[in-house]
């Protein structure tokens, strides 16, 4: 009996050892939690810039992103990011932590935080413009029944990055 039973529990563990993994595919532009998690407590959001396209510097985003607040991260302050990353060692980004065609970048995160809610404002305003202007269009003889809209949006942000080998 204890043969059995033993082996049954050895059975039951490797099942649950099985269970117990979750695959997730690698993201190439993940930032370590514990990273996050400093600059969090620092006041500081994260973000990936994108500094060139198909081989030439993208020069226009990264003046638009510097205007918004934006500024790249050093080397010593990501020390945990120095063997998933590479840092510039010549031309305009010299010293930017890079993956491939984008450095990280850093800013307060209430400015984050304001940019995201005023843009959410203006997509919520845009929708009720919208509804609002449904609900006049619509047959007077319908008026008295509710109006719906079942529209959806998606948002797409941009290509996939592409990374040196």
């Known amino acids: 009996m204890t043969r059995e ?16 993994f979750v695959f997730e595919e690698p ?25 060139s396209l198909q081989g030439q510097e993208d020069i226009m985003n990264v003046g638009k992103r510097e205007q918004e607040g934006w500024t790249f ?3 010593g302050e990501v020390p945990e990011m120095a063997s998933t990353s590479y840092v ?3 031309g305009r980004y010299l010293g930017t932590v890079c993956r491939g065609d984008v450095a990280l970048a850093k800013k307060p995160t209430n400015q984050v935080e ?21 609900y006049n269009n619509s047959d007077a003889r319908l008026r008295n029944l509710p109006v719906s809209n079942s529209s959806k949006s998606t948002t797409m942000r941009g290509r996939t990055p592409n990374f040196q080998d």
């Open 114 to 134: 304001a940019r995201q809610a005023f843009y959410q404002k203006k997509a919520n305003d845009m929708m009720d413009a919208v509804n609002a202007q449904l």
């Open 27 to 51: 993201d190439a532009l993940s930032i370590p939690d514990a990273v996050q998690q400093r600059f969090q407590n620092e006041g500081l959001s994260l973000r990936w810039i994108r500094i």
């Open 73 to 75: 991260v050093e080397p």
């Open 88 to 90: 510039r060692d010549e």
């Open 5 to 20: 039973q033993s082996r049954t529990d050895t059975l039951r563990e490797t099942n649950t050892r099985k269970e117990e």
